[in-house]
């Protein structure tokens, strides 16, 4: 099966991340993949370079038998493969309708608040004339938000390759033999996001998290905040940076006590399960209205139904640190190991690439 898969210009950060996984993913089931990045500069210019490459594809009798849009927004080629009858898969990443509102609404430009609003109308009439088959997303949540129809959702969660769990390991347990135990100072790291979002904890409440526990315990708690949207700051306690490079990024997550996950529903970020391969236990709210979309358990991330409780944890987990510590770092580990690899999650998305025909469109 041949398959197109379209990168457009927005495609960068954690989304590029999951996009290339998803690439390489496909790979490895033996697909002919082919890649298509669109590199224009503005909403107008990447329209009009994915109708010409589809049209150029279609003359040229190079169409494939699927194409997967990247990038949580259909661009309008999307159209054309539809009329030739072959399947359109989407890939949503996020609370879309949520961020272009959001865009609407606190830009200062005239021409960006109308690229927002095109990109919302291109998202909602392509979800109400059905000229997507398949959305895929990386929680059932993501999709109820989107108002995506039951029919037409794949869950496919976030996940890493064998390789890379292992390769974490081997990094995780170098780097903790080179440091010393924790002493009476204790790390914590966090990463928020590049969008504003209300499934994400604010960097206010992180900061407020990291000072309830440590007065509740009496010992001191240094957090470093990974904040693209803040102004880098630091005093004694606390550190922000707008951006740390991988290696040095690694290497914070792997000399932490713990790593907190700021999304407050039942999705886990790629930044969260490197922090699990590393060995390093995660702290996460996780409201009770999503407690049956999960696939981890207390025993294997430190969960809390809301903010005091995870105050009560986390203050708890740090004051019995050396007994908890490896217990949760084994624990998470597992749960990568066992739950989150291309092989444990892919089946719901090959099953619907494989199913998908002209019949069906």
């Given at each position: 099966?041949?398959i197109h898969?379209i990168?457009p ?8 991340t999951a ?13 002919r993949?082919?890649?298509i990045?669109?590199?224009?500069q503005g ?6 370079r994915d109708?010409?490459?589809?049209c ?6 190079d169409m ?9 927004i259909?661009?309008?080629g999307?159209?054309?493969y539809?009329?030739?009858?072959i399947p359109?898969f989407l ?5 879309t309708?949520h961020q272009l509102i ?8 005239c021409?960006?608040?109308?690229g ?11 979800r109400?004339?059905?000229t997507?088959?398949?959305?895929i ?20 969660p976030q996940?890493?390759?064998?390789e890379?769990i292992?390769?974490?390991?081997r990094?995780g ?7 010393s135990?924790?002493?009476?100072e ?7 996001s ?5 499934r ?6 992180l900061?407020?998290?990291?000072r309830?526990c440590?007065?509740?315990i009496n010992?001191?708690i ?6 693209p949207?803040s102004?880098p700051?630091e005093?004694?306690?606390i550190?922000i940076?707008?951006f740390?490079?991988?290696?040095n ?8 006590a713990?790593?907190?996950e700021?999304?407050v ?9 490197e922090?699990?391969a ?19 358990t207390?025993a294997?991330?430190?969960t ?5 409780e995870?105050?009560?944890?986390i ?9 908890l ?10 749960f990568?190991?066992t739950?989150?690899t291309?092989?444990r ?6 099953k619907?690439?494989?199913g ?6």
């Amino acid at each position: 099966m041949k398959i197109h898969v379209i990168f457009p210009p927005w495609i960068k950060g954690g989304l590029k991340t999951a996009a290339n996984h998803i690439v390489k993913g496909l790979l490895r089931e033996n697909y002919r993949v082919k890649v298509i990045n669109i590199n224009e500069q503005g909403l107008m210019k990447t329209c009009l370079r994915d109708i010409s490459t589809t049209c150029r594809a279609y003359f040229e009798d190079d169409m494939s038998d699927v194409v997967l849009y990247l990038g949580s927004i259909p661009l309008p080629g999307h159209v054309i493969y539809k009329a030739s009858r072959i399947p359109t898969f989407l890939f949503i990443h996020g609370y879309t309708r949520h961020q272009l509102i959001s865009t609407i609404l606190s830009s200062q430009q005239c021409r960006i608040r109308l690229g927002a609003i095109m990109l919302l109308l291109e998202l909602d009439l392509s979800r109400i004339l059905r000229t997507i088959n398949f959305y895929i997303a990386h929680s059932e949540t993501v999709h109820k938000a989107c108002k995506i129809p039951v029919p037409h959702r794949i869950v496919l969660p976030q996940f890493m390759f064998q390789e890379e769990i292992e390769e974490l390991q081997r990094f995780g347990n170098k780097i903790r033999n080179e440091t010393s135990n924790f002493n009476n100072e204790v790390k914590i790291v966090a990463y928020t996001s590049h969008s504003f979002s209300p499934r994400l904890l604010s960097i206010h409440d992180l900061i407020t998290l990291s000072r309830l526990c440590s007065k509740r315990i009496n010992r001191k708690i240094k957090l470093l905040l990974i904040d693209p949207n803040s102004k880098p700051f630091e005093n004694n306690l606390i550190k922000i940076v707008k951006f740390l490079p991988r290696d040095n990024f690694l290497k914070e997550l792997a000399t932490s006590a713990l790593y907190i996950e700021t999304c407050v529903d039942d999705e886990i970020r790629y930044s969260t399960l490197e922090a699990l391969a590393l060995g390093t236990p995660v702290a996460k709210i996780i409201y009770p209205s999503y407690q049956d979309r999960i696939d981890y358990t207390n025993a294997e991330l430190l969960t809390a139904n809301s903010f005091k409780e995870l105050v009560e944890k986390i203050a708890d987990y740090i004051d019995n640190l050396e007994k908890l510590y490896p217990i949760y770092s084994k624990a998470g580990f597992n749960f990568v190991k066992t739950k989150r690899t291309w092989h444990r999650v892919k089946m719901g998305l090959i099953k619907h690439l494989t199913g998908a025909s002209k019949d069906d469109i």
